[in-house]
């Protein structure tokens, strides 16, 4: 979702039409206001009611899961948080000094970016490996050649990718799997950045497919920021095919229901779970048909009815998705389909929003394993504008813009900077491009991804089907195997 650095001049303010600094006017309020629904985009969230929008500000302490969900989650509405997460877990802003972070995770060997000069930015594809403290000590001496983003993570016997790669579980002691502020939202991914810039970066315009809780621990970072409303104005790489109404984006070929499930996912992972209480039922039968229960037979020859239906439902399950996966699209990475696309590596921006390429390490003797990973690289990626805003401060150039993508003019930008202590709030499927600008230290942020609710009238159930959370008490349950082993 942004890159890294230290604080220089401002940069052009306001929407597309600005062309002078100007600090943005009024805060961010939930917008009641209906706004027209095309038959592609039925967003129904939050809308950015002028250009120069400042997003609200609100500190942690007024907060409750409860009302944080009613206010921000279910309005779709993103907001700065002042102040961290309060969860006892949460250590890292106190712990994570590079002497901490070299002892607890120093031996790590990791991609890292690299770019040839300042003049240069990242995203490139330009790689090399380097143990984590080697990309430390770069950074005490100044460096802002190298830049450490996501790192791909591994995968189950079932392609369920992990929720972190090797190197954060390192520093899971220091962080809360699930922040007691998000409510009953299921994580999708937790990934650290770090990285040192003078001089301010900037990513290009994207949107992500989850909900985003970003806490910068060092630095500062400045957001552009378009809501959902404005899709069509954005003009995506991809082929746009709906906006659900949490915001939720699809591509062709690569839909998803809006709390971001594949549909053939889920249907194989709904038949499973009934053929699982088929056989369940089936065996209370047979044991009640054994104790000479009444109505036991009946109850038999229910149970096995049922049993059959379950086992035709896996079967088409099956079928279909391997019908689907005959011409499989970027981003899905076996039976759950996350949508994770990457920058391009032709491209002139990098991102820091989970939309990266990185290998995983573990340490071995070349510093990595065999170990299965979900390559997460992405050519091309459809998520991203095929707009330059960079050519919105020289009025020549604007102009050419305009000509080029006339709808964007027609978009509302929201602005936000954030500092350490702060953190933000950002539904699924808000466009942003983020400027990052690094302290003494360089830059470090932890943010969580989350898979975007459907049922924002439901705090202890956000989600309309029960996909996501039983997926996280099959990921719970293993891990907990795992540490009993």
């Known amino acids: 979702m942004a890159n890294s650095s230290t604080p ?3 940069s052009p303010r306001g929407s ?13 309020r939930v917008n009641d206001v209906a706004h027209p629904v095309s ?6 969230g939050f809308t950015v009611p002028h250009d120069n929008f400042e997003i609200e ?10 009302s944080f969900f009613e206010r921000y989650v279910a309005t779709r509405t993103p907001v700065v948080l002042q102040g961290f997460i309060t969860d006892p877990a949460f250590q890292a802003p106190s712990k994570w000094t590079n002497a901490y972070l070299s002892e607890t995770a120093g031996d790590t060997w990791l991609k890292v970016e690299q770019r040839s000069s300042t003049a240069d930015k990242f995203g490139r594809g330009v790689e090399v490996d380097m143990q984590f403290r080697e ?3 770069l950074i005490e001496a100044g460096d802002d050649l190298h830049y450490l983003t996501t790192q791909d993570v591994e995968a ?3 392609g369920r990718p992990e929720v972190m790669a090797p190197f954060i579980a390192k520093l899971q002691d220091d962080f809360p799997l699930r922040p007691a502020l998000m409510g009953h939202l299921v994580p999708q991914n937790i990934n650290v950045w770090m990285g040192n810039n003078k001089h301010g970066s900037s990513t290009g315009l994207h949107h992500d497919y989850h909900d985003n809780l970003y806490i910068l621990l060092r630095g500062r970072k400045r957001f552009r920021l378009y809501s959902p409303a404005d899709t069509e104005n954005m003009y995506t790489r991809g082929e746009l095919v709906k906006v659900h109404t949490n915001g939720r984006i699809n591509y062709a070929g690569e839909e998803t229901t809006a709390y971001g499930a594949d549909p053939f996912s889920e249907a194989a992972a709904q038949a499973a779970l009934e053929k699982e209480e088929a056989e369940r039922e089936l065996a209370l039968a047979e044991a009640a048909v054994t104790n000479g229960d009444e109505d036991a037979e009946k109850r038999l020859e229910a149970a096995e009815e049922r049993l059959d239906k379950a086992m035709l439902k896996v079967l088409r399950a099956a079928r279909d998705d391997a019908d689907d996966e005959e011409d499989p699209e970027d981003g899905e990475f076996g039976p759950f389909h996350f949508d994770e696309e990457e920058e391009e590596e032709d491209n002139d921006w990098e991102e820091e929003d989970g939309n990266d390429r990185r290998n995983d390490s573990d340490d071995g003797e070349d510093g990595y394993t065999a170990k299965k990973s979900v390559d997460k690289t992405v050519k091309d990626p459809v998520n991203f504008s095929r707009v330059d805003t960079s050519m919105l401060s020289d009025p020549e150039r604007r102009e050419l813009l305009r000509e080029q993508f006339p709808g964007f003019f027609r978009a509302k930008a929201a602005f936000c900077d954030i500092g350490v202590g702060e953190m933000l709030y950002l539904p699924a499927s808000w466009f942003h491009e983020v400027e990052s600008f690094g302290s003494a230290e360089g830059h470090l942020a932890l943010n969580y ?9 439901r705090f202890e159930n956000p989600y ?3 996909f996501w959370p039983r997926d996280w008490e099959i990921r719970m349950a293993k891990r907990s195997d795992n540490t009993a082993a």
Do not use: F, G, M
């Open 8 to 10: 220089p001049e401002r």
């Open 16 to 28: 597309a039409d600005a062309t002078a600094l100007a600090p943005p006017s009024k805060r961010a």
């Open 39 to 44: 038959p592609v985009n039925c967003y129904s």
């Open 57 to 66: 500000r609100v500190n942690i302490k007024e907060l409750t899961p409860t």
């Open 135 to 137: 990309l430390l000590r």
């Open 156 to 158: 189950d016997e079932e």
């Open 449 to 457: 991804w989350y898979h975007p609710p459907d049922q924002l009238d």
């Open 464 to 466: 309309s089907s029960p």
